[in-house]
């Protein structure tokens, strides 16, 4: 597994790629909530700025700049992702433009949270998120793209399920180990079984569980929550998964540089 970290597609690029060799990583993944940034000059700046530090992008983080995004249990179902409807147009015109801009970086793999899917198969509702999905895995994979799922805010059989219905063979998952702790979902030891076969990315993210009925749990820098790394890593190597392991760390500051070395220390003691 090769050690990451996530950094920002924004007027720094530079910067924040040359910040990312400072810490002595090797890959990235590239983050944008900003359709401004999905343009010609940011790929050419941001692969020219990848080349000169040595750093590989290994996914896009594709956010979305229309409307609203509250991070919990009940505005958050209003608010997140491609299920609030009036929100889904927009969203999907920038995962579209995301996809585009991930080519011209040479890279293969788009991700994003895609909101609360229903868990009920039978509502209409779900057969609407599943359409929309369906537009742009076919769109991605006419580009050559896979369209990733980051884990948190559905169950891990929901999520498989709706991988399946959609069933275009280009998606997959970006486990975020912390989210499915504090989102509720799930322990992310155990979803390696319902999706282990999915997974192409993952977060090393830690966190809690929730301890009430409207806030998420709180993240934690990696080792201080209740993600049990040994046994993931362990879990992802029997699963024969091999790919990056990007540190996010959810604070800023001298802080946030401070935990992602300690993260980058002790998960290299691991793989």
Not at 138 to 153: D, I, M, R, S, V
Request: charged fraction near 20%; proline fraction near 3%.
């Amino acid at each position: 597994m090769k050690l990451g970290v996530i950094t920002s597609l924004n007027d720094n690029i530079e910067k924040n790629l040359a910040a990312v060799h400072e810490m002595g990583i090797s890959t990235c993944q590239l983050k944008c909530w900003n359709s401004r940034f999905l343009c010609d000059e940011f790929a050419v700046r941001t692969k020219a700025a990848a080349l000169q530090y040595g750093i590989e992008i290994t996914a896009f983080w594709c956010g979305w700049d229309g409307g609203m995004n509250i991070w919990n249990f009940y505005e958050g179902q209003l608010t997140l992702g491609l299920v609030p409807v009036q929100y889904r147009y927009e969203r999907t015109k920038m995962l579209i433009a995301g996809g585009e801009f991930a080519v011209k970086i040479g890279v293969t793999d788009v991700i994003t949270h895609v909101g609360f899917l229903p868990e009920n198969p039978m509502c209409n509702e779900y057969h609407e998120i599943v359409t929309t999905l369906r537009y742009i895995a076919k769109n991605y994979k006419a580009k050559g793209l896979w369209f990733l799922f980051e884990t948190g805010q559905e169950t891990p059989v929901t999520l498989r399920r709706v991988i399946e219905d959609v069933g275009t063979e280009n998606l997959g998952i970006n486990l975020d180990p912390a989210n499915l702790l504090m989102y509720g979902k799930a322990n992310a030891v155990d979803s390696l079984t319902v999706f282990g076969q999915y997974v192409r990315n993952v977060h090393a993210k830690d966190g809690e569980y929730p301890t009430n009925g409207r806030s998420l749990g709180v993240e934690k820098a990696v080792g201080n929550g209740s993600v049990n790394f040994p046994a993931l890593i362990k879990k992802l190597k029997e699963i024969g998964y091999d790919g990056p392991l990007t540190i996010e760390r959810e604070i800023s500051g001298e802080k946030q540089i401070q935990d992602i070395i300690a993260t980058k220390e002790f998960l290299s003691s691991l793989i």
